[in-house]
């Protein structure tokens, strides 16, 4: 099945051809990633409108590039997928008219993908190790706008274990980054300034850890941020003080990454007794030092450990290709009257969290 994906629902214009008639590590024959950094910068992040017109101006022509780039035509696709939502609206609507007006025209399947659900099955399609990665898995979703811990059972079937209270984590390291600076997008630099940092220097908060369950808060450790940048004095944030505070906030957010996977390990064994790795997802999984703390965590409890490549992380068409391939597998494709979905919860039964449920 050769099947086109495309991504549009924030501020990357994607779109890649994914073919799972491949060994693992050759499905992906196309993944075209136009980053729209250029056009938020001056706003200091994503300004939806200008967002939404530059997929209205780039889909077409990233499609075509992705097409090119895999050697095939409109006649090669078995399937067209679009993120369906969740997203900022205008730019999904972007993406998923794209994709219905592919399919009507090619006569094709369309699929209305998910996008935390794209996140959430791209370590299937990379994990080549040891045979495709089977259910169940626990899952840590870590993006810009969601921060959730799953049980992953198959295509469809997500048990929500843990959410944020407040902000998610990439919302945190984005906000942080801007209070010191570093301008958008903010995760990334971030990460880059504390190398050589000492993550020891400035004490902040692991909000939610040693609490029991597994929530999130990080509304917290971002006002910390801020409070510690006040403390020093006015105009010095010098690059060893932004070092050292990048450092630490990245300490205490993994710090409170590992806490509150390892009380998801226990809830998810207590429900899943054949256990099952942990899987981490998102545009945060692209960070090397919390990709190596999870890493550990799941060392010491004894559990695999799966994390797509780096590229695959941060938003992109391979993996809602990939999505429509799973969806496909596992039942009927969507119809053309699909209307795109600014919310979308993956475990739309969980039990709504207090402030929680704008960020479901
Ligand atoms: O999954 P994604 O590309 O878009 C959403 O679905 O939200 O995630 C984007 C988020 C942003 O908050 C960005 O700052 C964060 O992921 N991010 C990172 C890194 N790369 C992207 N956060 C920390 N370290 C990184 N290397
Ligand atoms: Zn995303």
Known sequence: MIVLGIETSCDETAAAVVDDGRAADARIRANVVLSQIEAHKPYGGVVPEIAARAHVEAADEVVRQALDAAGVGFGDLDAVAATGGPGLIGGVMVGVMTGKAIAFARNLPFVAVNHLEAHALTARLTETDEGDLAFPYLLLLVSGGHCQLLAV???????????????ALGEAFDKSAKMMGLGYPGGPNLEARARGGDDRRFDLPRPMAGREGCHFSFSGLKTKVRQTIEALPPGNLDDQDIADLCASFQRAAGDVLVDRCGNAIDMFERTCPAGGPLVVAGGVAANAYLRGRLEAL?????????????????????????????RLRAGPADTLDFAPRPRWPLDPDAEPVAFAGVKA
């Open 153 to 167: 059972e198959g295509v469809g079937r997500y048990r929500r274990l843990g959410t944020t209270i407040d902000d």
């Open 298 to 326: 799941a060392r010491e409890r004894g559990i695999g450990f799966a994390v797509p490549p780096v590229a695959l992380c941060t938003d992109n068409g391979a993996m809602v290709a990939w999505a429509g391939i799973e």
